[in-house]
T-cell receptor
Framework: KAGVTQTPRYLIKTRGQQVTLSCSPISGHRSVSWYQQTPGQGLQFLFEYFSETQRNKGNFPGRFSGRQFSNSRSEMNVSTLELGDSALYLC?????????????FGSGTRLTVT | KNEVEQSPQNLTAQEGEFITINCSYSVGISALHWLQQHPGGGIVSLFM?????KKHGRLIATINIQEKHSSLHITASHPRDSAVYICAVQTDSNYQLIWGAGTKLIIKP
């Protein structure tokens, strides 16, 4: 089975631009969650999708949004980029997103905002 | 106070030493994860625990639910074990993970 695939691996954007990141879960997994990792804040939960519905959302501004497609692939969008959005963005997939379901992580997308 | 605390923050040891990394948490959990992150960012899930002990190769993870504490042990440590080890808990009330700050481990040859 292929693992969780995140694209692109690296991205450089300018302040004010928008960016879209992609996460393809393990085949058969229906839950995808997104996390932001910054040096100052560590890893923080962004949101979780299950069967195309956002089930849970972290404490991030509305500039951060996401969606999930019928094939369970998920995208995350950040609009009006700020310097502080520079981070590693990780996604994780699980069969159903239930507590105790195994989580599988992608390698992340490293976003640099200049 | 953070809901998930790891110790130590940094650990440097010689090859072959027995390593212990600790994780304490203050919330109700359904599961606890130990993850490894190498330079370059990719995260690998090592263990998911809800009780007892798990072993995989030279890695052992234990959890004490009553004491809200988990440990990750590495036996016969090797320089390739150098990485950041992160503890994360799945709360029993929602689907998100709460992450520890990580322990940076350096194993010197």
């Amino acid at each position: 089975k292929a693992g969780v695939t995140q694209t692109p691996r690296y991205l450089i954007k300018t302040r004010g631009q928008q960016v879209t990141l992609s996460c393809s879960p393990i085949s058969g997994h229906r839950s995808v969650s997104w996390y932001q990792q910054t040096p100052g804040q560590g890893l923080q939960f962004l949101f979780e999708y299950f069967s195309e519905t956002q089930r849970n959302k972290g404490n991030f501004p509305g500039r951060f949004s996401g969606r999930q497609f019928s094939n369970s692939r998920s995208e995350m969008n950040v609009s009006t980029l700020e310097l502080g959005d520079s981070a590693l963005y990780l996604c994780a997939s699980s069969p159903d997103g239930q507590p105790r379901s195994p989580l599988h992580f992608g390698s992340g997308t490293r976003l640099t905002v200049t | 106070k953070n809901e998930v605390e790891q110790s130590p923050q940094n650990l440097t040891a010689q090859e072959g030493e027995f390593i212990t990394i600790n994780c304490s948490y203050s919330v109700g959990i359904s599961a606890l994860h130990w993850l490894q992150q190498h330079p370059g960012g990719g995260i690998v899930s090592l263990f998911m625990l809800s009780s007892g002990k798990k072993k995989h190769g030279r890695l052992i993870a234990t959890i004490n639910i009553q004491e809200k504490h988990s440990s990750l042990h590495i036996t016969a440590s090797h320089p390739r074990d150098s990485a950041v080890y992160i503890c994360a808990v799945q709360t029993d009330s929602n689907y998100q993970l709460i992450w520890g700050a990580g322990t940076k481990l350096i194993i010197k040859p």
